[in-house]
């Protein structure tokens, strides 16, 4: 009888061992997902940030902005180098950038000439094959005429456009297909002007030429970037009829935006970033909360400014949707056009 009991006790030890046992294994499988857990990416190494251009145009101080901001301000604590990468209208540096499938430590600075470049046929290249970050700075567009011009406002001018396009030549430059011509065409579509009719004079030298040929009676308008105005604007050679941004800027108080003006039109020429193709969702989220904080920055703000630039941020999800629509505006108005079939 006492073996029996002796037995009985021994089943009942290993039981309650066996219990203490499996509870600790219980409690460990209860924390392994946290150790499983998939920790938040960040760059393993130096940073790359290519500037499809040589230094000292838009691109390389875009790139150089970013660098300065992200690294002082210690919101990337890896180094970031740029690399310029000029050639074919940013395609080179872009080739280079799509080479870096899946690397999140590369990135690159782009405009919308990645979307005009494919439509006009001079790249393969799309904001498709790219991971869209963030839209990150502007340069505004205007409308100029010369200071004794007849045209007082944007609704005047572009009436009489509309009335006899043929006899109102406008200047644009370096090329068609840009952003400057886009302006313009969307301004004309908008006053119920034909943009096929209007009559475009290219000056390669961009605005080195068209405000000398303005200034002297060859064409009746430009349409340009704000920047290349200020000085004869300031002079008071030239009248800009209407600005392409979402409120009047400090440099030009008595400019009307188009909007103000009973256009509905805001139009940018945008800079933004964009890393290489399949970059995981967690490389997204560590370059959109690093970015998110780059703007925000004093230093980054103040060094827009210093530029002439204007903040124009967009997160990536935005910012994608932004250049699927741009792209498909683009296509409708250089079909109308003839520069595209």
């Known amino acids: 009888m006492s073996r029996t009991k002796n037995l009985i006790a021994l089943l009942l030890v290993v039981l309650l061992i066996a219990a203490a046992l ?3 294994g219980s409690k460990q499988d209860q924390g392994s997902p946290a150790k499983e857990e998939q920790k938040a990416w960040t760059p393993s190494g130096t940073v790359e940030i290519v500037a499809p251009a040589s230094p000292g145009g838009g691109w390389d101080l875009l790139a150089r902005t970013m660098q300065k901001t992200l690294s002082e301000d210690k919101i990337v604590d890896k ?15 872009w080739n280079y950038l799509k080479s870096k499938k ?12 990645l979307i005009l470049n494919h439509l006009l046929g001079s790249s393969d290249l799309t904001f498709k094959d790219f991971t869209p970050l963030a839209n990150l700075q502007t340069e505004w567009e205007v409308v100029a005429v010369s200071a004794d011009s007849p045209y007082k406002t944007g609704k005047d001018f572009f009436e009489a456009l509309k009335k006899d396009p043929a006899s109102m030549p406008i200047g644009v430059g370096p090329a068609l297909g840009n952003d400057d011509h886009i302006q313009f065409l969307m301004l004309a579509k908008a006053y119920g002007i034909d943009p096929s009719t209007i009559k475009f004079v290219v000056y390669p030298g961009a605005g080195g030429e068209q405000i000398p040929a303005l200034l002297g009676g ?18 008071g050679k030239i009248r800009i009829l209407g600005i392409s941004s979402d409120k009047r800027v400090e440099v030009m108080p008595d400019v009307p935006t188009w909007k103000e003006q009973g256009i509905d039109l805001v139009f940018a020429h945008w800079r933004g970033v964009m890393g290489p193709p399949d970059m995981t969702p967690e490389q997204v989220k560590y370059w959109s909360d690093a970015i998110g904080k780059m703007v925000q920055q004093d230093s980054w703000k103040t060094a827009l400014k210093n530029m002439g630039q204007y ?3 967009m997160p990536a999800d935005e910012y994608k949707a932004y250049l699927e629509k741009q ?15």
């Open 102 to 113: 899946g690397q999140g430590e590369f990135l690159a600075v782009n405009s919308s000439l």
């Open 311 to 313: 903040e124009y941020y």
């Open 22 to 24: 499996a509870g600790c």
């Open 327 to 341: 792209s498909a505006e683009f296509e409708s108005l250089l079909k109308q056009v003839g520069l595209i079939k």
């Open 218 to 235: 060859h064409i009746k308008a430009i349409t340009i970037s704000m920047a290349e105005t200020l000085e004869q604007y300031k002079a």
């Open 79 to 93: 180094p970031i180098i740029i690399t310029n990468k000029p050639g074919g209208g940013g395609a080179t540096g």
